[in-house]
């Protein structure tokens, strides 16, 4: 019995470290901790302290249905990263010089002020199909005999690609392949030919696409690119824990656990990596920002003015 309660014990340590409710700070770290002096980086300028989002225009490649709802998901994650669509605020004229530059690499767009980035979306490949297992009569090890019920077996898979080009340069920076798939079973299934019907494929592909865009490496590396630029600016320790205070607020998407990708910038605004943190005791965030922690390995790298950006709610296989 007492082995049973240890073991009761762990599994909710766990869960409860996995959900950030043992990695909250005690209290609020700027009145009950003490404030710890951090350097100041070479880049760092206090006017930083006011984040300036970034901004998109979005262009499908093709009319389909499904290329849209690919783009209506893409502007959707986006903005839940801080990153806006100015979409309905281009005028019409703009958005055809800007679409025509994009993709013919030349036309009447000479720069100005539209967007920071352009992203061309495109669904190359979405498939959905369905296989029926009829009712079986088994045998179990002790010589029983029983049924199992008949059902259809869904699986649905999508590849889609995100062309991003920087404007008014017009520099093409990358072009990202997204990827998922997914199965569903419908036990005693109302027909035999498990048709995959229109809304069900739409359903699917809707919630593949939006995992796809919250996880891995692809999400991480688009993210990466788009994410607003926030600092880090004050640190206090409690109880020998270190808490950060940086200026991402709820507004530009900050939440419990959120994950973050920290970067040395030079003088020259070119972002060297250093590690990742994580962003926690939203109860304490203000006006001024929202806390995060490090890794111990981390903290002998943070300064003030460490560059925070943005990542996937989940890691990819190379994106942590």
Not at 5 to 27: A, E, H, M, T, Y
Not at 111 to 122: E, F, N, P, V
Not at 257 to 278: A, C, M, P, Q, T
């Amino acid at each position: 019995m007492r082995v049973f309660k240890l073991w009761r014990l762990l599994f909710l340590v766990v869960v409860l470290s996995s959900c950030g409710i043992l990695n909250q700070p005690p209290c609020h770290p700027a009145l009950c901790g003490s404030k710890i002096t951090l350097v100041d980086s070479l880049s760092f300028d206090d006017k930083k302290l006011a984040p300036k989002l970034t901004t998109v225009v979005t262009f499908a490649q093709d009319n389909s249905d499904k290329t849209q709802l690919f783009r209506e998901l893409v502007v959707s994650s986006l903005r839940d990263k801080g990153v806006l669509s100015k979409d309905e605020k281009l005028s019409p004229g703009l958005r055809r010089e800007i679409e025509e530059a994009v993709f013919e690499r030349g036309g009447r767009y000479r720069g100005g002020s539209a967007a920071d980035y352009a992203l061309s979306i495109k669904l190359d490949h979405f498939s959905g199909s369905g296989k029926y297992t009829p009712k079986e009569v088994k045998t179990n090890k002790d010589g029983e005999r029983y049924e199992t019920g008949d059902y259809c077996a869904y699986s649905f898979s999508y590849t889609g690609r995100i062309a991003v080009t920087k404007l008014p340069e017009l520099t093409s920076i990358d072009d990202i392949e997204f990827s998922d798939s997914d199965s569903v079973t419908e036990n005693g299934p109302r027909s035999r030919s498990c048709r995959v019907g229109s809304d069900q494929a739409t359903g699917q592909l809707r919630k593949i696409i939006g995992e796809s865009l919250g996880r891995g490496d692809s999400a991480n590396l688009l993210i990466s690119i788009l994410s607003p630029k926030y600092y880090v600016y004050e640190a206090y320790e409690v109880k020998g824990r270190r808490y950060y205070l940086t200026n991402i607020r709820k507004q530009h998407g900050a939440r419990e656990g959120g994950r973050v990708k920290l970067y040395s910038e030079s003088e020259d605004g070119n972002l060297r990596f250093i590690g990742d943190g994580k962003l926690i005791g939203m109860d304490y965030s203000n006006g001024e920002g929202t806390y995060m922690k490090v890794s111990a390995d981390v903290e002998p790298y943070i300064q003030r003015g460490t560059v925070l950006k943005m990542a996937a709610d989940k890691c990819g296989f190379l994106s942590c």
